[in-house]
């Protein structure tokens, strides 16, 4: 299974990687705001924003899942990726986000990150959802919350310690 469902909230379109995403995806990776989520403080250079394109992209014809390119619907323009990701040093299959900078704000992260959490729950049964975090991404740290998650632990890897916050799926429906 490496075809990549498209996906649709109210006000985004999530839809697998193509080349020409890589221009906007060099640029949101850029931002050292953006970057810093990746472990970058200074911004990702052309080269590594297309290293995590093409991984990203991989991931979908390796696992059969991955993270989605999220575009605005009224404007298709890509705002960011959402999507679940499972590497071999992660503890479990993770949710995560990345937005670019001029979008923050705007619940994209976690809008998208629960159509790609209903997608898991009801196409590979997923019942339990972890997000590794970096303690200073605050950000990411409240989009988790959002999504009903709260802290399990720790996962040291790669030479980062991240914050697990983890949740039982489905999720509840906002409140």
Same mark, same amino acid.
């Given at each position: 299974m490496?075809?990549?469902?498209?996906?649709?909230?109210?006000?985004?379109? #999530?839809r697998?990687?193509?080349d %020409?995403d890589? %221009?906007?995806?060099?640029?949101?990776?850029?931002?050292?705001?953006?970057?810093?989520?990746h472990?970058?403080?200074?911004?990702?250079?052309?080269?590594?924003?297309?290293?995590d394109m093409?991984? #990203?992209a991989?991931?979908?014809a390796?696992?059969?899942?991955?993270?989605w390119?999220?575009?605005?619907?009224e404007t298709? %323009?890509?705002?960011?990726?959402?999507?679940?990701?499972?590497?071999?040093?992660?503890?479990q299959?993770?949710v995560g986000?990345t937005?670019?900078?001029?979008?923050w704000g705007?619940?994209? !992260?976690?809008?998208? !990150?629960r159509?790609?959490?209903a997608?898991?729950?009801?196409q590979?049964?997923l019942?339990h959802?972890?997000?590794l975090?970096?303690p200073?991404?605050?950000q990411?740290?409240?989009v !988790?919350?959002?999504l009903?998650?709260?802290? %399990?632990?720790?996962?040291?890897t790669?030479g980062?310690?991240?914050l697990?916050?983890?949740a039982?799926?489905?999720?509840?429906?906002?409140?």
């Open positions: 490496s075809e990549v469902p498209e996906l649709q909230t109210e006000r985004l379109l #999530m697998g990687w193509r %020409e890589f %221009e906007s995806w060099a640029r949101i990776l850029a931002d050292p705001d953006v970057a810093r989520g472990g970058n403080e200074t911004g990702l250079t052309p080269h590594d924003a297309w290293v093409t991984r #990203m991989g991931h979908w390796l696992k059969g899942y991955g993270h390119v999220v575009e605005e619907r298709s %323009e890509l705002v960011g990726r959402v999507g679940l990701y499972y590497p071999p040093d992660w503890p299959i993770e986000w937005v670019a900078r001029g979008h705007k619940g994209y !992260a976690p809008e998208a !990150a159509a790609a959490l997608w898991a729950h009801d590979l049964g019942r959802i972890v997000s975090i970096d200073a991404n605050e990411s740290i409240r !988790a919350e959002k009903g998650e709260t802290l %399990e632990g720790h996962h040291s790669r980062f310690d991240l697990v916050y983890g039982d799926l489905p999720l509840e429906s906002p409140g």
